[in-house]
C-alpha cells in the first residue's frame, strides 16, 4: 500500500499519457539526432561551362599555338577580365538617371555595378567630391566568357549599317577597348523604360603580349573585325 502511494504522489500533476523526459529512442547512439530532424539537403544544380570558353580550349588554343608556334598551353594568350564603364556625364547630379544607368547595366551584365564616385570637387565642372559619377562592372570567369559570345553574337550584330570593328582600338600590349554609342542595342534593354540614350566604353584585358596575339585570340573568339 505504501508503493502505491509513493506511485500516486509522483504520477500527480503529469497529463495522461506524457512519457519520462531524458530518455531516447532504442537504437538511437549518444550524439545523434534524431530522426526528424534530419532533412536530406538538396542537390546542387551542375554548372556548365560557358559556350565560348569550350570554344577556346577545343579550337582557339590549338590553333594559336600553331601560328605563333607556342611549344606550351600556358603561353597561349587568353581573356583575363571584360570592365564596362558608363559615365554619367551631364546627369552626374541627377539621382533618377544614375538609378536607371546601374539597372540597364545589371541587366546587360547580370551583375550589380559599382557606382563611381568623384575624389575631389572641381568647380568648373560643378562637381563634388563624392557625387557619383558613373558605374561599372567587372566580370571574369563564365559570366566573363557569355558577356563576350552575347556580344559577339547579338549585340554587335544589331549595330545600325554594322561593317565590322575597327581593330585601332588595341593599347599595344594585347588589350583591345570598345566604345558604344548607345545602349539600346543589347536586347536585354527595355526600349520603354530608357531614361536617357547612352553608350558604354568595353575592355577587354587579355595575357597577349602583342596587339597581333591578342587580334587573334578576339579574331578565333568570333570578335568581328574590320578587314
Partial sequence: MAKDKDTGKKDAGKPAGAKAPGKAPKGAGKGEAPAAAAAPRASKAPTMPARLHEKYRAEVVPALMKQFGYTNVMQVPKLVKVV???????????????????????????????VTRARRSIAAFKLR???????????????????????????????????GVSSKGFDGRGNFNLGLDEQIIFPEIDYDKIVRVKGMSISVATTAATDDEGRALLKGLGFPFRD
Avoid at 558613373?134 to 545600325?160: H, I, Q
Wanted: charge should be positive.
Fill in 84 to 114: 564596362i564603364n558608363r559615365g554619367a556625364g551631364d546627369a552626374a547630379g541627377e539621382a533618377k538617371v544614375m538609378d536607371s544607368y546601374v539597372e540597364e547595366l545589371q541587366a546587360v551584365t547580370g551583375q550589380r555595378p559599382v
Fill in 129 to 163: 567630391e563624392g557625387m557619383p559619377i558613373g558605374c561599372k562592372v567587372t566580370l571574369r570567369g563564365a559570366r566573363m566568357y557569355e558577356f563576350f559570345d552575347r556580344l559577339v553574337s547579338l549585340t554587335l550584330p544589331r549595330v545600325r549599317d554594322f561593317r
